[in-house]
T-cell receptor, first 114, second 114 residues
Framework: DTGVSQDPRHKITKRGQNVTFRCDPISEHNRLYWYRQTLGQGPEFLTYFQNEAQLEKSRLLSDRFSAERPKGSFSTLEIQRTEQGDSAMYLC????????????FGQGTRLTVV | AQSVTQLGSHVSVSEGALVLLRCNYSSSVPPYLFWYVQYPNQGLQLLLKYTTGATLVKGINGFEAEFKKSETSFHLTKPSAHMSDAAEYFCAVTPTGANSKLTFGKGITLSVRP
């Protein structure tokens, strides 16, 4: 297994367009997380899945954001009607179940909204 | 709610000098504690973590950290800095128990002078 992979690595979009990002976790990991990181800040939690169930969503996740993990494997994060404030690095991580389990991060998708 | 404070945004040391990166947390009960490193254009990588047991934990690349409950701290140290240690370092916490959502500090950029 090569780790967590995210696609695309970079995305430039015009304001108002919809974008979708994909995350492929480590295959045996049943937990998958999405974080957002802006310049000069640490990653901020957006949402997480255990298998296909979305267990928690941050208040940061407005109704323009939606995430899915349809078969408990890969996940997608969609942003509708993008705004310039959505420009950030979107990070995906996966882990085994259990407190203190190490989260393995992908390299992220850098979104620029122009 | 949990929070993490990393004072200062940038630390500069000479090669061979001691590295000390500070981290303090706020939590109603002691959380699980993590240090992650992020090299340019790469994902976050776990350096070390504390969950239970010995309060001095050793990680990769010669780093170690000590959990001090009385000081609500988890400072990261390395006796002798190497040029390859230049990166951004993030302290993070999760609640004890099953929820492994990470709360990150803002991060500290470490520069190493020749």
């Amino acid at each position: 297994d090569t780790g967590v992979s995210q696609d695309p690595r970079h995305k430039i979009t015009k304001r108002g367009q919809n974008v979708t990002f994909r995350c492929d976790p480590i295959s045996e990991h049943n937990r998958l997380y999405w974080y957002r990181q802006t310049l000069g800040q640490g990653p901020e939690f957006l949402t997480y899945f255990q298998n296909e169930a979305q267990l928690e969503k941050s208040r940061l996740l407005s109704d323009r954001f939606s995430a899915e993990r349809p078969k408990g494997s890969f996940s997608t994060l969609e942003i509708q009607r993008t705004e310039q404030g959505d420009s950030a690095m979107y990070l995906c991580a996966s882990s085994l179940e259990g407190g203190g389990a190490e989260a393995f991060f992908g390299q992220g998708t850098r979104l620029t909204v122009v | 709610a949990q929070s993490v404070t990393q004072l200062g945004s940038h630390v500069s040391v000479s090669e061979g000098a001691l590295v000390l990166l500070r981290c303090n947390y706020s939590s109603s009960v002691p959380p699980y504690l993590f240090w992650y490193v992020q090299y340019p254009n790469q994902g976050l990588q776990l350096l070390l973590k504390y969950t239970t047991g010995a309060t001095l934990v050793k990680g990769i690349n010669g780093f170690e950290a000590e959990f001090k409950k009385s000081e609500t701290s988890f400072h990261l140290t390395k006796p002798s800095a190497h040029m390859s240690d230049a990166a951004e370092y993030f302290c993070a916490v999760t609640p004890t128990g099953a929820n492994s959502k990470l709360t990150f500090g803002k991060g500290i950029t470490l520069s190493v002078r020749p």
